[in-house]
């Protein structure tokens, strides 16, 4: 039998394992900046806190969820995002508590929804988040914004736009369901299904189905930025006033309403029209959740966050690849003694922090020369019958061609003055 990976799922093999770890990196050192810690929650909840935060009439819930009973007939789903995650944790551990009223969290790893693979689109997908919790302040959302422009800047990501959004206050969004709910009666025997259950449970999920998106009813629907309390329209006013002090690129995105129940006021998302990622592809997106953490039955906290979808910036990444870091010393050792001496040598070269790797196929010097030269190593240290008799090993520098015999004692402090000023991996 031919195994092959679920449908939906990438292996990320190590030749791009390398630009993974450089995104990482790039994105711990962005929330180092912004004073934001990781936190690490289950790949798998209860399935109820998903429905409950989620919303049981969204797609995500509905359709996408990789949910199973376990052994002892609980009802488990691996996480198709993370915000559910870090509000039951912050709930669990009281981490309202803390003498810091604002916590900010950021998590990144893998997120499952069972979607119709495609481009950027993955059953098994890896989402970097963000999670601000404890104000209501419109200052946090915008911190929240300028901290996911600063991720796709820094990627060097471009024809990228901010879309913003109010979605308002509970009494806006009760006066907005209304106004939907009045216009889109005339014609709700047209659309379909979901949307006529939509219809009552939650009129707002009608703008994003997918299968009525063409209707002519959705073109004049009404408005949330029409529909904002005084209270909300504030806000929102705020958060805009902001951007703008920072010079902030944005647009007012009024058809922008989000996949997930969970937000009010506040939304956004960061589109791309970048080629390769396909024509108005949302990289990122978030928000406002003034409700969530009481919902999960926490006290009235508010929150505010943003995920990427890891793989969408990695296609930008794609763009722009680092050159490949070398070895420092490929060592190459003839015969059997010599690879014995070779096996001394690399484990003090590895203590001593030099980055190397030794020939392991016993083949002769043209196959190890070739290796080398794969792992763009510095040096090759040949080591022979001759060498092993002598104590003594022959650097070869594969950028001057030189070569310097060097006697077993002094090979570190020749490599090392070899590197004085020049690359040497750390
Ligand atoms: P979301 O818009 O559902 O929001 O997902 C965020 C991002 O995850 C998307 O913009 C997309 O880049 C990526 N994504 C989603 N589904 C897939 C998929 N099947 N394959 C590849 N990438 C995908 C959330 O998940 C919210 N939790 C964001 C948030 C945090 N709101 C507040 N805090």
Redesign the pocket.
Known sequence: MAYSAPRGTVDILSDVSGKWQELEQLIRTICVNYNVKEMRTPIFEHTELFTRSIGDTTD?VTKEMYTFDDKKKRSITLRP???AGIARAYVEHKLYALPEKLQKYYYMGP?F?Y?RPGN????Q?H?F???MLGLESPYVDVECMVMAVTVVEALGLRNVKLHINSLGDEESRNTYREALKKHFAPALSELCFDCQQRFEKNPLRILDCKVDKDHPIMNNAPKTIDYLSESAKNHFDKVCALLDDLEIEYVIDTNLV???DYYSHTVF?IISDDPQMGQGS??????R?NTLISELGGPEVPG??????M??LMLALGNAQNEEDGLDVYLMPLGEQAKDLAVQIITMLRANGFTCDMDQCDRGLKGQFKSADRYHAHFSMIIGDEEVKKEVVNMKCNHSKEQTEVALENIVSFIEEHFEGGHHHE
Not at 304 to 309: L, N, Q, R
Request: no cysteine; aromatic share 12%.
């Open positions: 995500v995002e993370g915000t997120m929804r979607e950027g689109r993955q059953r997908f989402q988040g963000v999670e989000r996949g997930l998302e949302t990289v990122g997106g978030g928000g959740y505010v966050g943003f995920a990427f979808g793989e969408r």
